[in-house]
């Protein structure tokens, strides 16, 4: 939440963690703990693999132990490990194969803790650490967020499907469908115009969502073929994993340059707003 005392403590309470007391504006819980967040991103080792994924997402380990030719499989592995635990990538298996994902949701949620009060409200430069202009083999994720919200998965699904909560976090947009396979999904704006439109895939509340997109709101991205975006939520104690999917990508075009964008700071403001009853200031 932002406003209110400087110098006023919040205690930042997560599942399984101690309590960690911190200086701030934004009473939001940190999971994992801002410290893996700062270790991931410490090392030197560490910060190339993410400009790796930052130049190409989706990449194996052999393909990122490439960009460390002195160092064995091993070490990436446990370079690669520190950085899941952080929640700085997100991987995903494909057949065979596990590729590795940038997940900028960590650090935009320190960006808007520690920077925002400090510069501007939204950095854009950490806001474009997802994007990415070359796209993988169309079976594959292209890009993948997780965020971590301390409710319970029913109330997160309320969050992603109620037009009412959606409006407040998703750009003045209100959530319009019925949650049946083959249903239209929109997005409207208050005057009723359509931002967003669609159609449901695959529903199964409060554990899967998932729906085509095609933006209509700027003239090239509507003149795109559909995407789909896949919402999955896990249940971890009093905390819910998040992950959401957007893939299916015809090229690496308007709307997926957009969308690299987009989501991280809507999935941060859905997370506010529960946790604290108020969607981000951007």
């Known amino acids: 939440m932002v406003g209110g005392n400087d110098s006023a403590q919040s205690s930042i309470v997560i599942s399984g963690q101690p309590a960690i007391v911190l200086t701030c504006y934004q009473k939001v819980t940190y999971s994992p ?5 700062f270790r991931g991103l410490a ?35 446990k370079h690669l490990g520190v950085l899941e635990a952080a929640g700085l990538i997100t991987t995903k298996k494909v057949g065979r194969e596990k590729f590795h994902y940038l997940n900028p949701v960590p650090i935009q949620q320190v960006a808007d803790r520690w920077i925002s009060k400090y510069a501007q409200p939204f950095t854009r430069a950490l806001s474009d650490l997802k994007h990415s ?32 909560i959606t409006r407040r976090y998703f750009h003045d947009t209100t959530f319009v469908a019925e949650l049946r396979p083959g249903a239209t ?5 208050s005057e009723g115009l359509v931002a967003v439109t669609g159609e449901i895939l695959e529903v199964d509340a409060p554990r899967l969502l998932s729906y085509t997109w095609r933006a209509l709101y700027d003239p090239e991205m509507a003149a795109e073929p559909f995407s789909r975006v896949t919402w999955e939520l896990t249940p971890m104690g009093e905390t819910t994993k998040v992950e959401l999917r957007h893939d299916r990508f015809e090229s690496a075009g308007p709307t997926y340059q957009s ?19 108020e969607p981000l200031a951007f």
């Open 185 to 189: 999904v929109e997005y409207r704006y």
């Open 43 to 77: 090392d030197p080792s560490r910060r190339l693999l993410l400009d790796a994924l930052f130049e190409r997402d989706g990449q194996t380990l052999g393909e990122l132990q490439a960009h460390l030719p002195g160092m064995s499989r091993f070490g990436v592995m």
């Open 259 to 277: 969308i690299s964008q987009g989501w991280a700071p809507l999935l941060n403001s859905l997370k506010s707003l529960i946790e604290t009853g």
């Open 133 to 164: 202009l070359e796209l993988e083999a169309m079976e594959k994720p292209v890009h993948v967020y997780t965020v971590y919200i301390r409710a319970t998965p029913e109330r997160v699904w309320e969050g992603i499907t109620n037009g009412e």
């Open 33 to 37: 703990p801002v410290e893996e967040v």
